[in-house]
């Protein structure tokens, strides 16, 4: 089963947001992977200024994570689905 990382952290709308979206999807079979980027020096490093961001992970054997570009906050969770579903398939 795939793996969605959503590294966020706390009090930001736009992360909060998708990550309600996320949990709404029904049609896509996946774990939600929530990395808080306060919790870890290059997390926060790499992403302050970026957040949220997505990853997904295919194969849990090996630990490569694909990045996903930044969905629209606008999406609707029909829309996110769509948008998810070409690296969910990788």
Known sequence: MPTLILYSKPGCHLCEGLQEKL????ALNFQ???RDITTQA???AAY???IPVLFCRTDETAPQETPIPRPSPRLSVVQLQRHLQ???SQ
């Open 42 to 44: 290059d997390w926060f």
């Open 86 to 88: 070409p690296y969910m």
């Open 48 to 50: 302050q200024y970026e």
């Open 32 to 34: 939600l992977e929530i």
């Open 23 to 26: 949990e709404q999807i029904q």
